[in-house]
């Protein structure tokens, strides 16, 4: 059967022949062990840390490490007792607000810089990435002497306009390349129908786009729960986020693994549930036209 | 039902430039089917997209039923377009589609059900009427956007390459399918092709672009056995008409040691023009049979057997870059390689200006 397609002229079946040809050589194989390699390494601490999160203190410190043990949910409880309550719901707070906000402004935005561009649209398109250049640790001073001055130190909100400002460009940039996507044919077919400006942005477009918004959504919310530079410079007890919350556990209880392990868990908890459910949409927003 | 009227209109996209669309002037009476067609780059498709509003017009104006719509929206134009990739709204089911420029116009649920039930039953696609478009067939596409289109009874319909993603069978079978939609309904159509055989089949009056400019407005029989200039006797008809420059003599041309007569008007057009360029279609070329000498002799290059006609593509014996196309009949005997003596209908002869390309008389 090889031979035969061996002989057959590649232009009649040139991918069979491409598969069949390839015999598992030791190239492959080393290949597919890094990759597992590479997995794994990746993989484990985050495994680790989960396991450790279920275990108590003194499994923890077994030497060598259990990977049985009797799971107890102990040190999340214990994680609560230390009053993570209040920075977890900032976190949320902080989060989904900021990110309905750039997806509200962003919007609009995307659209004008794509589908109705204008002479300056790529000076303005420069100009939001541009204010990604700066580094975040070289405006902090600045920013922190302006919110001081407007008493606005350790304030939710505070937190909440900084986050959309810093997903604003990103999300606009997003944004602008799934508008692209949409043909230029459809909205002159909904304006020949008869429809207003508003209407073909609801009616026509916003359904073409919506998993590109949801990819833009869930990017913010990532950006925006991972935050940690403005959150621990600007806040303090009141409008703390968990990133805060779980620094100073680490110096406060530094020793004490499984607890801290059940900390960072709870962290991570939401952004990866939200990854794991979303990731078909994700997955099809981020390769928007890609696969039309 | 409407008259639509290009007075003068142009597109100029970048000042100085050569116009997209230039000066053109065109009357489309009510119930007509109007067809523009042109090589790529002709303007036939900016012309369109002026009437829809989707193109400013920079000088001139263009009139539905005597109104200037140059300011006015597209969508206070009431005009209706199929567009060339249908332009279907991808979230919409067909018949969400079909009812969306009437739910734009502000008629009740019943009332747009109504409608849509009726010209989907006239366009066969009652059956269909829940699905999206992307689980439709090219074809189902394309009636589809033509029931968007009819559902509202619009005083102009547009069509801009309607056909031109369809496979060969389903283009022939739609294109007679659009006729007598449009001759049932009597609503002023303009459609836009570069294919000339749709434009001779579907056209009352056809318009030929080049270059931005109106070549000849006739209708096909005209176009066809009058072009106005050699341009529209090249492109219209297929094969392509056999145009050469020839050099007068006596009373008219030699091709191949042959004379071709020509008129005493087309002399006289003519003038003291040392060449004129001729042209004749395929059919008006004859294989003289008999070998008998006589006749312009030409090799063959290719034969295209069609069953019930067959074409001849053959260079002249005496000079190799001159190329001709012959009509012959179903079934030929002729083969590559073969010598054929060709004999010119003189009475079915066209004769442009060698120089400017325009008819002579």
Known sequence: MAATIEDTPTTTAPQRVEGRRRRPGVGPVLLTTLAWVVAIGFFFPVLWMVLTAFKSENAAYTDPPTLFFSPTLEQFRAVFDAGIGPYLANSVGATAISTALVLVLATPAAFALSLRPVEKTQDVLFFFISTKMLPVVAAIVPIYVVVNEIRALDNIWTLIVLYTAMNLPIAVWMMRSFFLEVPGELLEAASIDGASLGRTLREVVLPIISPGIFATGLICVIFAWNEFFFAVNLTAANAGTVPVFLVGFITSEGLYWARLSAAATLAALPVVLAGWFAQNKLVQGLSFGAVK | ?361
């Open chain 2, 1 to 361: 039902m409407a008259e639509v009227e290009f007075d003068q209109a142009s597109r100029i996209y970048t000042p100085g430039a050569k116009p997209a669309v230039d000066k053109l002037s065109l009357t489309i009476t009510d119930g007509e089917l109007v067809v523009l067609v042109g090589p790529s780059g002709s303007g036939k498709s900016t012309a369109l997209r002026m009437l829809a509003g989707l193109e400013s017009i920079d000088a001139g104006s263009v009139r539905i039923d005597g109104r200037d719509v140059v300011d006015v929206s597209s969508k206070d134009r009431d005009i209706a377009m199929v567009f060339q990739n249908y332009a279907l709204y991808p979230s919409k089911t067909v018949a969400e589609n079909m009812a969306f420029p009437l739910k734009m116009r502000g008629l009740d649920k019943s009332e747009r059900a109504a409608k849509v039930a009726e010209a989907a039953a006239l366009l066969g696609l009652t059956d269909y009427l829940d699905r999206k478009p992307k689980a439709l067939s090219g074809g189902q596409r394309q009636r589809v956007a033509m029931g968007r289109a009819i559902v509202r009874e619009p005083r102009v319909f547009l069509m801009d390459e309607p056909l031109s993603n369809l496979d060969a069978k389903m283009r022939v079978q739609t294109r007679s399918q659009i006729a007598s939609l449009q001759n049932r309904l009597a609503i002023s159509t303009v459609y836009v092709t570069h294919d000339q055989v749709e434009a001779m089949t579907m056209g009352d009056r056809v318009a030929v672009l080049a270059d931005g400019k109106l070549q000849q407005y006739a209708t096909p029989s005209e176009l066809y056995d009058r072009p106005v200039n050699a341009f529209v006797a090249g492109f219209i008809g297929s094969p392509a008409m056999n145009l050469l420059d020839l050099h007068r003599e006596g009373e008219g041309v030699t091709l191949g040691g042959t004379d071709i007569p020509l008129s005493r008007e087309v002399r006289d057009a003519a003038g003291s023009a040392d060449t004129v360029t001729v042209g004749f279609r395929p059919e008006d070329l004859s294989i003289d049979s008999e070998g008998s000498g006589a006749g312009v002799k030409a090799v063959v290059d290719v034969v295209e057997e069609l069953g019930s006609e067959s074409y001849l593509y053959a260079h002249m014996a005496e000079d190799e870059s001159t190329t001709l196309v012959v009509r012959g009949p179903g079934r030929t005997t002729v083969r590559y390689g073969d010598t054929i003596a060709l004999r010119v209908d003189a009475d079915a002869v066209h004769a442009f200006d060698a120089a400017s390309g325009e008819r002579l008389a």
